[in-house]
């Protein structure tokens, strides 16, 4: 693609994948109704394909959280903008991550979901950097183990760039883009990127 960035999962295999996550949850949890918990803005592609591939009756709702930390890097300090409103007491709860990377944002969310009294309470990351753990942190459903690089696409942002890619691309030169965070923007306009 360029020396700065390359695919590192393309569209295709994210859509297989999810479809396999899809329907290995709608298996899990036949005959209840699960609540899909997301986390505004990266979570939102991830779950909007996820929950047309669970062939079961689900529920969706968005937290937003606020970090303060650099652009690349969540502190684990974490604010709550958007609540989820609806009672989960005794229900079915899967938390939706676009990636648990430190998992520290997780395991802040996950408390405060907690705290709510849920039947039972899961993870579904698309992508999991388990090499970066500092939170042990076990997520049930996973869509892909996450090499030690920053990516960007399908949700994923570079400084809230990036976003809409539909691929999930790997940064090779994350200086090039400290540099200049509008280095990859061919890309978005690219249609056969
Ligand atoms: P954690 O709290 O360290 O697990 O960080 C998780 C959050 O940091 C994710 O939900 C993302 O918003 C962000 N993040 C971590 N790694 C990346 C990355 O490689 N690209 C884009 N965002 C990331
Ligand atoms: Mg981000």
Redesign the pocket.
Do not use: Q
């Given at each position: 693609m360029t020396e700065v960035a390359s695919v590192l999962y393309a569209r295709e295999d994210i859509r297989r994948r999810v479809e396999e996550l899809g329907r290995t949850i709608a298996g899990d949890y036949v005959g209840r109704e699960p609540v899909l918990v997301s986390?505004l803005t990266?979570g939102a592609v991830f779950l909007a394909d996820l929950v047309r591939r669970i062939d079961l009756p689900v529920e969706t709702h968005f937290m937003a959280i606020s970090r303060y930390g650099d652009a690349?890097?969540?502190m684990?300090r974490v604010q709550i903008l958007l609540d989820v409103d609806a009672d989960l007491t005794g229900r079915d709860v899967i938390l939706v991550?676009?990636?648990?990377?430190?998992?520290?944002?997780?395991r802040y969310l996950l408390s405060v979901l907690a705290g709510r009294q849920p039947a039972s309470l899961e993870i579904c990351t698309l992508l999991d950097?388990s090499v970066r753990r500092i939170v042990p942190l076990e997520p049930r459903y996973v869509g892909f183990e996450c090499p030690d690089a920053?990516?960007?696409g399908y949700g994923?942002?570079?400084m809230d760039r990036y976003r809409s890619l539909s691929d999930i691309v790997r940064i090779d030169d994350l200086n090039a883009l400290r540099d200049d965070p509008d280095l990859l923007s061919p890309l978005l306009t690219d249609a056969a990127a």
């Open positions: 986390v990266g690349e890097e969540s684990g991550e676009d990636i648990i990377d430190t998992g520290m944002t997780s950097r920053f990516v960007i994923l942002d570079f």
